[in-house]
């Protein structure tokens, strides 16, 4: 850190001076770069800013306006302050317009009662300067070297936060672009401390750039994202207050080098999984993107003893009923005891099948079935397999209920498999939100219970959809979190009831009078017409999706 217009008045060789204050008192913690030592009156236009200027005052203005003008081009270009001798020009007191501009201003104007050697003053205020600057160089290698390691070593995100936070000395989270929680380290302070109402505090704080500190909040927040594709925010959390006049804040270079190690750890680690299942994922992932051919896709499957040509493929999703673990090791962790899981089940039962992890929640399947398999009894037969291992396995968070199992639509050929895959994939997403034995006969859920929401929730972890949700409702949301208001939901009642605003009312438990008024609040805040029907429609599907990203 930089010597301050303090510190400095605060070192020996300054105090033999006799300084006095005279003006600008509450802006002494200004930061001062350099020394400057200088009799004439336009020095402004030499100067760069963060400077302390020295002068015995021989040569400023003697009327009023040009002692305004001097302090005003001085405060423009950034000095930190100004020290005027004692017994050249002036030897009881500054003029009254010269301390006037500088309180105006609020610029510290010290004089010195008692003459010095200004030399002696540089000399001392230029090592503090140097020193500083050392030792911020000191800091920047050493934060380098620690995320250097990390990133070679292949550390999990959870070990990046920890390092961040441990070197910032505060709680620091990791946050999607829809402010849920990814992960996070809370430097010692009690949990609900840190998280509680996290996506409403995170929305009010909106610095500018792309690391930025918010006073208000007190947080510092830089975006987290490689070769163009921002997916998040790193935050290290703070007590409110403003920075020192014209200083950076001092951990802007450790928490963007947490950032580019996150991105860095996004772009490069894999699940750490068996050779099979790898092999499955690749091949399974190869057809969803079209990366593969269907022969290069059919002959693969050939190969790991799957089948896929002349038989009826049917598409499965596997998901956990329960949310994801932030922990980034123990998410991944029991993503892979789930995918071995299936595969048990899928063995136990004398299927033929491709599985492997789709993403970092879901498991996916390709079941093989012959001509002579009855394709609703092995898949009952699947779900109950799988419904008992999970049961007996007793992994901690294993819901009661057993997995979702997801079905698409079975095909004849390896050309439609994408097809039913990603229709068990929306069918997943969908059923996460039915309730478990909620008098289904089926033990498997299939494309009828599969609507806009389904959709919208297999999409959920895209940026882009994230993006649409605060593109069509930041404001508002921002407008709720900022006043605890309940705009948001005014809105939501309004299109549930097919914009029949008396009846949204009634819903609302509100009067006429008083509902419509919101909805005219948001029709400002929003810039919209709830009038239009494709506005309300766009509106709508933003609620569902802000639905799905908050799951």
């Not at 998040?232 to 007590?239: A, T």
Request: with cysteine; glycine share 8%.
């Amino acid at each position: 850190m930089l010597p301050t217009v303090a510190r400095v008045l605060d070192l020996e060789v300054m105090r033999r001076g006799l300084p006095q204050v005279v003006a600008g008192a509450d802006h002494l913690e200004r930061p001062v770069r350099w020394v400057h030592v200088s009799e004439l009156p336009d020095v402004a236009g030499m100067l760069r800013g963060g400077e302390l200027v020295l002068t015995t005052g021989i040569a400023l203005p003697e009327d009023r306006e040009g002692l305004a003008r001097y302090v005003r081009e001085l405060d423009e270009v950034g000095v930190a302050g100004l020290v005027v001798e004692y017994g050249r020009r002036y030897f009881d007191a500054l003029p009254r317009a010269l301390v006037n501009a500088a309180e105006q201003r609020g610029l510290p104007l010290i004089t010195l009662r008692r003459e010095l050697r200004f030399v002696a003053v540089t000399e001392a205020v230029h090592a503090l300067v140097v020193n500083a600057q050392l030792e911020q160089l000191r800091i920047s290698e050493s934060v380098h070297q620690v995320f250097n390691e990390l990133v070679v070593e292949g550390a999990e995100p959870a070990e990046v936060i920890r390092q961040v936070s441990r070197m910032a000395g505060g709680p620091v989270v990791l946050e999607n672009l829809a402010h849920q929680v990814l992960a996070h380290d809370t430097a010692g302070r009690p949990e609900a401390e840190v998280l509680e109402d996290w996506e409403r505090r995170s929305r009010g704080v909106r610095p500018a750039g792309r690391t930025g500190h918010d006073p208000r909040s007190g947080w510092l927040v830089t975006t987290v994202g490689a070769r163009g594709q921002d997916w998040g925010r790193l935050v290290l959390v703070q007590e409110p207050g403003p920075l020192p006049e014209g200083e950076a804040h001092p951990h802007t270079m450790l928490l963007e080098r947490g950032a580019s190690a996150l991105a860095l750890n996004r772009l490069v680690v894999r699940d750490r999984e068996s050779l099979e299942r790898q092999t499955h994922r690749t091949l399974l992932s190869g057809i969803l993107t079209h990366a593969l051919t269907v022969s290069e896709a059919a002959l693969r499957a050939q190969a790991l003893g799957v089948p896929l040509e002349g038989r009826r493929l049917v598409g499965v999703v596997l998901r956990q009923r329960r949310g994801p673990i932030p922990a980034a090791l123990e998410a991944q962790a029991r993503l892979r005891d789930f995918t071995e899981l299936a595969a048990s089940a899928v063995r136990s039962c004398r299927l033929s099948a491709l599985v492997g992890a789709l993403d970092d929640e879901a498991v996916g399947l390709l079941i093989s079935l012959g001509a002579q398999q009855d394709e609703h009894a092995a898949l009952d037969s699947f779900s109950a397999a799988l419904r008992r291992m999970s049961a007996e396995s007793g992994r901690e968070g294993t819901d009661p209920a057993g997995p979702v199992v997801a079905v698409g639509s079975s095909v004849g050929s390896v050309r439609d498999a994408r097809r039913t895959l990603l229709e068990a994939t929306q069918v997943a997403d969908a059923a996460l939100h039915d309730v478990p034995g909620g008098g289904r006969t089926s033990s498997y859920y299939r494309l009828p219970d599969v609507r806009l929401r389904g959709l919208l929730h297999l999409l959920r972890d895209d940026a882009r959809l994230q993006t649409y949700v605060e593109r069509e409702l930041g404001p508002l949301l921002a407008h709720d979190a900022e006043h605890n208001g309940q705009l948001v939901q005014m809105l939501r009642i309004y299109l549930e009831q097919g914009r029949n605003k008396s009846a949204a009312a009634d819903a609302a438990h509100l009067s006429r009078p008083s509902f419509y008024d919101r909805l005219h609040k948001v029709e400002r805040i929003l810039g919209v017409d709830l009038d239009q029907v494709e506005s309300c429609l766009s509106l709508h599907v933003a609620l569902l999706a802000l639905d799905a990203v908050r799951r």
